[in-house]
C-alpha cells in the first residue's frame, strides 16, 4: 500500500544519455517535489508542482525538465547526463503547508 | 549563514541515554518546523511536527524557540534501533510554500 512511489529505484547510464524518472502519490495531496540528495548527504530542493502548476523551479541546470500529467503523478526528464548528476533523487508529496512524505529514492550512477 | 543548520555529530551515546539535538534556523518568517529520520540508504521519514507549545510522542519530544530560532528534539531512552540521521526542516510561506532541510545529525546507539 505504497503512498508515494518511484520508479527506478537505481539508474546506471552513461554521460550524455537522457533519463526519465517517474513518480506517483495515492495520498491525495496537491502538491509534488522533487529533491536531490548529494554524497554529502544535502537535501535540496528541485522543483515543486502545486495541483499541475510548477510553483517552485531553484537554480536547476535547464537539462531538467519536471512534468506533472496531473496531481498524482510527478516526472522527471533528465537530458545529456553528466557525471555531477549522480545523486539520489527523491520526489516528495504533501497537502498545502503541511508535512512531506517522501518516495524511496532513484539511485542516479553516471558514469 | 546556512539557513537551517545542524550539528552533523556523529552523536555516540549508550543504550538508555538520553540525548539532544538543535537546528537553527535563520528566517525569523518560518512558520512550520518538522523533524526526520533517515535511515542510510532510505528516505526521510516524518518523525514529529513541532507545534509552538512543544510535542511529545513517546520517547520524543520536540521545542520550538522562536525568539531564539531553533527547534530540538529530545530522545530519553535511546534504542539501538534509534541510530539514523535526523533531519530538521523549516518551512515558509511567501507565495509559496518553501521547505529547507538541515544536513542531518548523525546519532549512534552503543549497546
Known amino acids: 500500500d505504497t503512498a508515494v512511489s518511484q520508479t527506478p529505484k537505481y539508474l546506471v547510464t552513461q554521460m550524455g544519455n537522457d533519463k526519465s524518472i517517474k513518480c506517483e502519490q495515492n495520498l491525495g495531496h496537491d502538491t509534488m517535489y522533487w529533491y536531490k540528495q548529494d554524497s554529502k548527504k544535502f537535501l535540496k530542493i528541485m522543483f515543486s508542482?502545486?495541483?499541475?502548476?510548477?510553483?517552485i523551479n531553484e537554480t536547476v541546470p535547464n537539462r531538467f525538465s519536471p512534468k506533472s500529467p496531473d496531481k498524482a503523478h510527478l516526472n522527471l526528464h533528465i537530458n545529456s547526463l553528466e557525471l555531477g548528476d549522480s545523486a539520489v533523487y527523491f520526489c516528495a508529496s504533501s497537502s498545502t503547508g503541511r508535512e512531506q512524505y517522501f518516495g524511496p529514492g532513484t539511485r542516479l550512477t553516471v558514469t | 549563514r546556512k539557513e537551517v543548520e545542524q550539528d552533523p555529530g556523529p552523536f555516540n551515546v549508550p543504550e538508555g541515554a538520553t540525548v539532544a539535538f538543535n537546528c537553527t534556523y535563520s528566517n525569523s518568517a518560518s512558520q512550520s518546523f518538522f523533524w526526520y529520520r533517515q535511515d542510510c540508504r532510505k528516505e526521510p521519514k516524518l518523525l514529529m511536527s513541532?507545534?509552538?507549545s512543544g510535542n511529545e510522542d513517546g520517547r520524543f519530544t520536540a521545542q520550538l524557540n522562536r525568539a531564539s530560532q531553533y527547534i530540538s528534539l529530545l530522545i530519553r531512552d535511546s534504542k539501538l534501533s534509534d541510530s539514523a540521521t535526523y533531519l530538521c526542516?523549516?518551512?515558509?510561506?511567501?507565495?509559496?510554500?518553501?521547505?529547507?532541510f538541515g544536513t542531518g545529525t548523525r546519532l549512534k546507539v552503543l549497546a
Open positions: 513541532v507545534y509552538s
Open positions: 526542516a523549516v518551512m515558509t510561506a511567501s507565495g509559496t510554500y518553501k521547505y529547507i
Open positions: 508542482y502545486n495541483n499541475k502548476e510548477l510553483i
